[in-house]
Structure formats: C-alpha cells, structure tokens
C-alpha cells in the first residue's frame, strides 16, 4: 500500500496514510487503522454494513477510494460513544433488542445516527425509509425501527 | 487494462482541461466520479482501469445554476441528493427531481452523481427517462473542445453513450419548461431503491383543458428512453381524453424492445409499461386540474 499520501480525521483524531488508488475506505478502516466495526458484506454498495460518515454524511465505504478522501473527516460506529457512554441510538438498540448477529448492526447505527441528527420527530414510515440501504438478513427490521423511535424520543 | 500487479495511477485535477490532459495521456485512464458504479466494477474484477482521474477537486463541476434563458445547468459531479432537494428546479423541469429521489438509498445518493450515472448509462437508471421528457442537453468536453448533444441522442444503445475517446461530461442542461407545467416520474421497482423494472417520466402543461406541451418517455424497456414526439405532436392543441392517452400509450407501447432480466419478463414489461403511461399521465392531468 504505497503511493498516495494523505490524511484522513477519523473519529476526531488525525491519521497520515499512503495508499495505493484503489484501496478502499473500507479497507484503510478495517486493515491499516484496526477500526473493524464498519463491515465488509457484499463489497458493491447494496448491503450497507460498511455505512460510514464522510464529512457528516453516510456514504458506502466499500465505494470510496480513501486515496480520494484526502482531508476528509471520517466517522465509523467506533466513534460514536462517548468513551463508554453509549450514544441514545447504541442505547435504544441494546434496550430493544435490536441487535441479532450484529453484522448489519454498525452500518444501521451510522444511517440511524444521521437520519436522527436531522429528522427529531420521525415516523414509522420515515425511519423505514431511511434505512431502506441497510439489509438485516436475520429479522424483520421491527426491533430496529423501534429502537430508533425508542432513541427519537429519548432526545425529545 | 492494465498489467497484473501494476500500480493503478490517482489524478485530481483542479480544471477540466488538466482533466482531458490527463485522460488523453493514458487511453486506460477513467473518470471516477462519485464511485458508486465503478468502484463497485472494480471490486468485482469487472474493470480494471490503468489510471483513475478523479473529478471532485474540480469546482465547476459542483455547481448548480439558472441560466439567463431560464435552464437550470446541473453539473456533472452534483450529487444525486443535491438533485433530489434542487430548489433551482420549477415546473416541468422537477422530473429529474422526482426521479433523484429514487434512486438507491441515503448513502448512495451521497456519494452517486448525474454525470457519473448518464455516462455509465446503465438503461434501467432514473436519470436518463428523466432527461429525455425535459428536453435536456447534455455538455461534453473532450480533445476536440466543447460540444452539447440532446439527452435524446446522448443514449445511444444499452450502456452505450455519444461520448467519443477522451471525452467527459461536464454537465446537463434543462431548459425552462412552460410555466405552470408539472414533471412526474413514476417508478415500478421490486424493492425500494432498486432499479426500475420499468419507468415512466414525464412533463405536461395544459391550458383551459388543452394539452399544450407534452413529453413522455418510457425507462427499462428499450436500450434507451422511448418517446413518440409524433403522437405528442398530434395530441397537443387537443384536449386529454381517454383515447388519446390510449393513443399514446399503444404508440410507445410499440416501440418498446424489453428485455428479460431478473427484474422481470420482456412479455411483463409490455404489459405494465402502456398501463404506468395511462397512470402517470391521469395523474399530472389531475395535478393539473386541481391548479386550474
């Protein structure tokens, strides 16, 4: 992995890297920097368990080439506690149940998480729609949608 | 292609021209746009490029505008979620909206852009029925300089584009659609954000009960959009019956050459794709009725 130098912030810390071009992001997250949470499940954007935030949005690791994310804040499941505070929504999904195998699980927390930040009062119908690009193949989605109600109305 | 083992080359340039340079020196080189259909190539060995030129560090490619003419140009490396909430959109013009938010899912329409998708030209996309119904220019710049195509002819074939050697998209061009004129895309998918099954998109304006600008087109089911500018002509000037929109829907139904895929059968696509015309059609027709 030589080539391409950068850096990336991940989880607020800073990280220089050299990459060839077609390491992916997910790759850099889970071989070079040890952050496993993000998963690698269908390698072609459809599964959504490797679901990150690049500058605050949710994007597919799997799909972005880290050497062309240079600069970029980066935010993966590990970053979202607070040392070992729980954030609402990893709360809501341990107190629901929500979690089976937990492979889609860090890919759910990261879309979760996002749609959360800007939907404050949402609806069965919202949430579904928001997670519509993120596959569990153990359940039928409904522990996962209410835990993220769960989550909306504890920030209420 | 590219040797096994040798090391993929990384551009990104500032401007469109250290773009064309840079594709020029290298006949394996490609644009990589937002990534979502060619990464995803390259982690199934579908592709393997020599050189990859990104184009997010080019700033002109980032914009949205409206034109002194009233188009709105929406440039090529916009993100499908910039076109699904584009306010600079009016009338007619906002089938491309409707048809941004129906694609994929959040994190995919974060990363895919417009440029990215029409030059892949994948035929059951969203854009490229949506392109088609508003008119749309498409702008390319390649070795020889600048040219702009019609959407209509940009489609050339299944995943096939007028894009020559060299060349890229710099961006797409809606022209101002009538005042008071609605665009309405209507999608058949199997699951939420898949692609379409079949696709219907349209723009339709109408005064006093009379059809006075239409353009209809059909997705998914020829190697490019369908439409019968010579039935539109026809019923344009008239009023929007039953058997007009018969008409319409029979004529399209005609050109189409479907294909089966695991979406669904040729024979199913024939059935459902004059029935979604009927229906998107009655439903801009009343979204129309309502303002009037």
Redesign the interface.
Known sequence: MT??PLTLKVNGQERALSV???R?LLETLREDLALTGAKRGC???VC?AC?VLVDG????G????T??C?GAEVTTVEGLADGNVLSTVQQAMADTGAVQCGFCTSGMLI?AF??LRDNSAPTVDDIQ??L???LCRCSGYRKIVDSILLAAKRVA | MMEPGAEVAFHRPRTVQEALALLSADDGAVCLAGGATLVAMMNADLIAPSGLVSLSGIDVLRTAERLPDGAVRIGAMRHHRQTADETLLEDGQQVVREAARQIANTPVRNMGTIGGSIAFFDPAADYPPALVAADAIVDISGPNGDRAIAAAAFFVDWYETALGAGEMVTGVRLPAAPMGSVGVYHKLARVSGDFATASVALVLAMENHTVSHLAVAVGACAPTPVRRPDIEAEIIGNGLDDAKVDRLADALAERLDPVDDVRASAAYRRLVAPRMVKHALCRAAETLGGRQ
Do not use: K
Not at chain 1, 57 to 60: C, D, E, K, N
Not at chain 1, 62 to 65: A, F, K, N, R, V
């Open positions: 080539g391409h060839s071009a077609t992916t390698n072609q954007g959504g679901t949005q949710p994007v597919r799997c799909l972005s080439l050497a062309n240079d879309s996002a749609f729609h928001a519509s690009g993120n």
